[in-house]
C-alpha cells in the first residue's frame, strides 16, 4: 500500500510539475481525453440518427424466381415480382424525430455532465498535487535542518 501512494504520488508530483498553473492542467487534461469523449459518446451519430428520422421511407421492389427443375414437362418455373412502400398513420414520423432530437439531447447533456465530473476529478487531483508536494517540501525542510 505504501509502494502504491508513493507512486501516486511521484505520478502527480510529476504532472502538477509538468503544468504550470491550474489552467493550464485542466486545458490538458480536456485535450487528452477527446479522443476517448468522442468515442464515447459519438455526439455526431446522434445528430446522424436525427437526420435519419427524418427521411421518408424508401420503396422496396423485389424479384423472386422458382424453378422444381423438370425441363422436360417446363412445369414449376414461377417469376413474382413485388413493390411495397410502408407508410405511417398519424404523426409517426413526428415523433421518431422527436425521440432522435431527446435522445441526441440526452447524448449532449451526458457529454457536458461527464466534462464537468472530469474537471472535478482533476481538480481534486490538482490539490491533492499541491498539498503533496507541500509535505514534500517540509520533509525536505526538515531534514536538511536535520542534517
Given at each position: 500500500m505504501k509502494k502504491i501512494f508513493s507512486l501516486c504520488?511521484?505520478?502527480?508530483l510529476g504532472v502538477t510539475l509538468s503544468a504550470q498553473n491550474f489552467n493550464d492542467y485542466l486545458k490538458a487534461v480536456e485535450q487528452h481525453n477527446a479522443a476517448y469523449t468522442a468515442e464515447r459518446y459519438s455526439v455526431d451519430i446522434a445528430e446522424a440518427l436525427t437526420?435519419?428520422?427524418?427521411?421518408?421511407?424508401?420503396?422496396?421492389?423485389s424479384v423472386e424466381y422458382?424453378?422444381?427443375?423438370?425441363?422436360s414437362l417446363?412445369?414449376?418455373q414461377?417469376?413474382?415480382t413485388g413493390l411495397s412502400y410502408a407508410f405511417s398513420l398519424g404523426n409517426v414520423r413526428?415523433?421518431?424525430?422527436?425521440?432522435?432530437?431527446?435522445?441526441?439531447?440526452?447524448?449532449?447533456?451526458?457529454?457536458?455532465?461527464?466534462?464537468r465530473n472530469l474537471k472535478a476529478e482533476a481538480t481534486l487531483a490538482w490539490i491533492?498535487?499541491?498539498e503533496a508536494r507541500a509535505v514534500m517540501e517540509v520533509k525536505r525542510s526538515t531534514w536538511e535542518g536535520m542534517e
Open positions: 504520488l511521484v505520478l502527480l437526420t435519419a428520422a427524418r427521411v421518408f421511407n424508401d420503396p422496396e421492389f422458382g424453378n422444381n427443375q423438370d425441363w417446363q412445369m414449376g414461377s417469376v413474382e413526428r415523433a421518431r424525430i422527436g425521440v432522435a432530437r431527446s435522445e441526441e439531447d440526452i447524448t449532449r447533456a451526458a457529454l457536458a455532465d461527464w466534462f491533492d498535487a499541491q
